[in-house]
């Protein structure tokens, strides 16, 4: 079922100036709910400034967004229910903390909702806990925590408002590989508790092959395809033609393929080649 669906989305900067630029032109696109997509595309190809329009922080220079097929933009007084529904997370979120505590920087979305005390506080410790921030954090102050913490705060302050789509602006930039690989299985455990939408933008062809069941890939302001992940990767040679490229394990799989070993051809995840070539040694052992 769709949750978000935009009608001839389009969004031009600094329009009838010299410095015009369209960085959404005529997106069409429905997004489903309780799924985990993946929105790619090289630098400057409008990924961020569509990301911005699905909860009403731009509004289009023509065409419509719909949540649940209700224009966001149809009475302006709405929007900050938009928001509380629609949770934006910008890259870097851990520069946004403010609060004296770790436990009233992820409250402050949720009492913003007007929730009860009991309410909020049953919010922050399951969200916590989901996102692997220990207990005794709570009472210190963000600003005292390592930067993966902070970042893993930073994105509690929106989860706890359990909004029914998260959208993550490159939620693993700056981490190393294991707190990159813990972060998304984090996420991945929240969206598959609360059911939610996640929309996860990366530069990272690995974490999106990984993590993600559908692929929306912007190119030039457009939209160029929004598929299966499997689907959107069997188009290497196109992707590559946009700047973009497939995970690294497939290309070394490939070249596997190429010496004569017969591997799949949609392998794109470390652990999906390495149950492959399981599978290839158990049958050449049992040919033995």
Avoid at 16 to 32: L, S
Avoid at 262 to 271: A, F, I, N, Q, S
Wanted: hydrophobic letters at 35%; one cysteine or more; proline letters at 3%.
């Amino acid at each position: 079922m769709t949750i978000l669906r935009t009608e001839g989305l389009t969004y031009t900067y600094s329009a009838g100036t010299p410095f015009e630029k369209t960085a959404v032109d005529h997106v069409e696109i429905n997004i489903e709910e309780n799924t985990m997509i993946g929105v790619i595309g090289h630098t400057g190809s409008g990924k961020s400034t569509l990301i911005q329009h699905f909860n009403g922080l731009l509004q289009p220079t023509s065409g419509k967004v719909f949540l649940k097929e209700e224009d966001i933009w149809a009475d302006k007084a709405k929007l900050q229910e938009v928001r509380f529904k629609v949770g934006l997370v910008f890259q870097y979120p851990e520069y946004q903390l403010f609060e004296e505590t770790v436990e009233k920087d992820i409250a402050f979305g949720c009492k913003n909702m007007g929730l009860g005390k009991t309410e909020i506080r049953s919010r922050i410790l399951e969200t916590a806990e989901m996102l692997g921030i220990e207990r005794n954090l709570l009472t210190r102050s963000p600003f005292s925590l390592s930067g993966g913490q902070k970042r893993r705060v930073a994105i509690a302050g929106v989860m706890a408002m359990r909004p029914e789509v998260l959208i993550l602006d490159e939620p693993c930039a700056g981490l190393d590989p294991k707190g990159r690989n813990t972060m998304l299985h984090q996420i991945q455990h929240y969206q598959k508790k609360t059911h939610s939408t996640v929309l996860l933008v990366s530069h990272s062809m690995e974490d999106v092959a990984e993590f993600t069941e559908k692929l929306l890939v912007m190119n030039q302001a457009k939209v160029f395809c929004y598929e299966e992940t499997k689907k959107v990767f069997r188009r290497a040679e196109e992707l590559q033609s946009l700047g973009l490229k497939i995970p690294q394990i497939a290309s070394v799989m490939s070249a596997l393929r190429k010496k004569g070993y017969p591997l799949p051809e949609d392998l794109y995840t470390v652990e999906e080649a390495k149950q492959a070539i399981l599978h290839l040694l158990r049958k050449g052992k049992n040919e033995c």
